[in-house]
T-cell receptor
Framework: NAGVTQTPKFQVLKTGQSMTLQCAQD?????MSWYRQDPGMGLRLIHY???????DQGEVPNGYNVSRSTTEDFPLRLLSAAPSQTSVYFC???????????FGSGTRLTVV | GENVEQHPSTLSVQEGDSAVIKCTYS??????FPWYKQELGKRPQLIID?????GEKKDQRIAVTLNKTAKHFSLHITETQPEDSAVYFC???????????FGAGTRLFVKA
């Protein structure tokens, strides 16, 4: 039982490049979310999913896309990276909407 | 939109003293309030949560209280220890939107 696995752990991108942050969980959780963490701003919700095939926008969705084709996987795509997307990204999953999240170990992304 | 405010942003206490972190939320439909602890360089981890049908919950040295009328909830840590030093986040779940919104975090320092 690996929990929530995120890859890569570190990434440097050039402005305008695209990439996908991977997230997988093996706990059969229906609820999955992506957050970004910036100093002094806590964790801000990017996108979330309440089950396979169902996604919705969070607080800061611009510049990001998600899909949920399986219960296990919830990738986050950066369409055209910008320096403002430099951040630490956390994927999280939950058994139910009113249960606490299990977080992945995070991806530290730098856009230059 | 939904908003969670957290105070103070930094808190320094002497070992053995108590620490209190306060949060307010804007959406009266919120009904689940988790608290997370994040140690330096690590992922957030759930430490305690409370649902809207309960006014107080305790787990050893930590407790959470909820005032639904005032839309306030607080984390209380008693007999603080150096290993309690971390960033603490409050959060609120809006049932209608399935979104968990986080506060900006409180950095707690426990001085030995």
């Amino acid at each position: 039982n690996a929990g929530v696995t995120q890859t890569p752990k570190f990434q440097v991108l050039k402005t305008g490049q695209s990439m996908t942050l991977q997230c997988a969980q093996d706990m059969n959780h229906e609820y999955m979310s992506w957050y970004r963490q910036d100093p002094g701003m806590g964790l801000r919700l990017i996108h979330y999913s309440v089950g396979a095939g169902i996604t919705d926008q969070g607080e800061v969705p611009n510049g990001y896309n998600v899909s949920r084709s399986t219960t296990e996987d919830f990738p986050l795509r950066l369409l055209s990276a910008a320096p403002s997307q430099t951040s630490v990204y956390f994927c999280a999953s939950s058994y139910s909407r009113d249960y606490g999240y299990t977080f992945g170990s995070g991806t530290r992304l730098t856009v230059v | 939109g939904e908003n969670v405010e957290q105070h103070p942003s930094t808190l320094s206490v002497q070992e053995g003293d108590s620490a209190v972190i306060k949060c307010t939320y804007s959406d009266s439909a919120s009904n689940y309030f988790p608290w997370y602890k994040q140690e330096l360089g690590k992922r957030p981890q759930l430490i305690i949560d409370i649902r809207s049908n309960v006014g107080e919950k305790k787990d050893q040295r930590i407790a959470v209280t909820l005032n639904k009328t005032a839309k306030h909830f607080s984390l209380h840590i008693t007999e603080t220890q150096p290993e309690d030093s971390a960033v603490y986040f409050c959060a609120a779940l809006n049932t209608g939107g399935f979104k968990t919104i986080f506060g900006a975090g409180t950095r707690l320092f426990v001085k030995a």
